[in-house]
């Protein structure tokens, strides 16, 4: 049987290796405990589209467009995120 996922196309990758003015989508969040409760709360979900607007001068935290709001995350955080790009 043959999957149509969009990650079968695309190879899954992490929020944090992401560039500026990028799009990807969400695969999985493996932070756990409450990081993970938090995340999930602001919109990260499996599915959800999301953005990168901006990074700090030294790429930490990055700014992110998520659900129509902006999103600042560290580096370590969005590595938690596995995501699939979607160009731009």
């Known amino acids: ?6 990650t ?5 990758t992490t929020l944090d290796r992401i560039g500026p003015a990028c799009r990807c989508r969400v695969v999985a969040v493996r932070a756990s ?4 409760r938090r995340l999930l ?3 990260v979900v499996s599915g959800a589209e999301v953005e990168v607007v901006r ?3 030294f790429g930490d935290p990055t700014e ?3 659900k ?3 999103l600042s995350l ?3 955080e969005a590595s938690l995120i596995e995501v699939v790009s979607e160009g731009r």
Do not use: F, I, K, Q
């Not at 079968?8 to 899954?12: L, W």
């Not at 405990?33 to 993970?36: P, S, Y």
């Open 1 to 6: 049987m043959e999957r149509s996922d969009a």
């Open 8 to 12: 079968d196309r695309t190879p899954v």
């Open 33 to 36: 405990g409450a990081l993970r």
């Open 41 to 43: 709360a602001m919109g």
């Open 55 to 57: 990074a700090a001068p």
């Open 64 to 66: 992110y467009l998520v």
């Open 68 to 70: 129509g709001y902006h």
């Open 74 to 76: 560290r580096r370590a």
